[in-house]
């Protein structure tokens, strides 16, 4: 059964594109119609991708690795903040900070930053300061927090990109393709597809549009985390039965060999 359907992305809107004269030609196979001087998104692809990709990541999380979402077009922030909590995935919503894939040891560096100064203030080190200078450490870390604080616990590189607008998201993607991180993204007429590992084509404009999709995904990530535990707990099992099964056969060699020893000494 689909994750989706061709009424819900309907409704949302899902199928709107750009003007004809902004499109970019590798979503030719994409795009159904043009109407008014826009281009129509073929609904029935978009439905596939939808599921083909839902399915990709759902692997991904049930596997324990973690999936980036970006988006920091205003339209899509609260939503992928939003969805991306919800499964407890990192996101970035503010500007991407360049070299955050291909320099991620430097990027590291900066978040500890930030927890170092968190530990300042709780244990009081930076109570001797004079105003000014708490006020400029303490606006350090808002801006270190508005940056970075929503992927604060990305120890690792992330295993895959999820972008909204992958025109305007270009470094990221370049960064992504570089490291051959695989890329998903909701990509756009205007928008070129060839650097993307997962296409969904539809609409990047309206947040009804990428709402309905994060849905569908953010959906299967959670199932992929669920059965991850299921799984867990099913081995955390078995692995306590085979210690109850050995440990039972040396308390029965035991006992076997103290009744040998008994019957040697009568």
């Known amino acids: 059964m ?14 709107f594109g750009h003007l004809k004269r902004k499109w970019n030609p590798a979503m030719a196979p994409y795009i159904f119609m043009e109407r008014n001087g826009i281009h129509i998104i073929d609904l029935n692809k978009t439905v596939a991708k939808v599921d083909e990709a839902a399915e990709a990541m759902k692997q991904i999380a049930k596997s324990g690795k973690k999936i980036l979402f970006v988006a920091t077009k205003k339209q899509a922030k609260s939503v992928i903040a939003e969805k991306a909590t919800s499964v407890n995935m990192p996101y970035v919503i503010e500007r991407w900070p360049g070299g955050m894939l291909t320099n991620f040891p430097t990027i590291r560096k900066a978040v500890k930053k930030m927890t170092t100064i968190d530990k300042l203030i709780a244990d009081g080190t930076y109570s001797n300061l004079s105003k000014r200078e708490l006020l400029q450490v303490t606006r350090q870390r808002a801006k270190l927090e508005k940056n970075l604080g929503s992927i604060a616990d990305l120890n690792r590189l992330p295993s ?18 570089r490291l051959g991180i695989p890329v998903f993204a909701i990509v756009d007429t205007n928008s070129n597809p060839d ?5 969904i084509p539809a609409n990047d404009d309206a947040s009804k549009s990428i709402e309905v999709i994060l849905d569908a995904c953010c959906a299967a990530i959670n199932e992929g985390l669920e059965e991850r535990k299921v ?17 039972a056969e040396s308390t029965e060699d035991a006992e076997e060999t103290e009744a040998t020893e008994t019957e040697n000494a009568e």
Request: with cysteine; hydrophobic share 40%; aromatic share 6%.
């Open 195 to 199: 650097n993307v590992d997962f296409v």
């Open 2 to 15: 689909s994750r989706t359907n061709f009424d819900q992305l309907l409704e949302a809107g899902c199928h």
């Open 231 to 247: 799984e867990k707990a099913d081995s955390d099992a078995a692995a306590n039965s085979q210690k109850d099964g050995r440990e």
């Open 160 to 177: 895959a990109l999820f972008v909204v607008d992958v025109l305007k998201e270009q470094i990221a993607v370049r960064e992504a393709n």
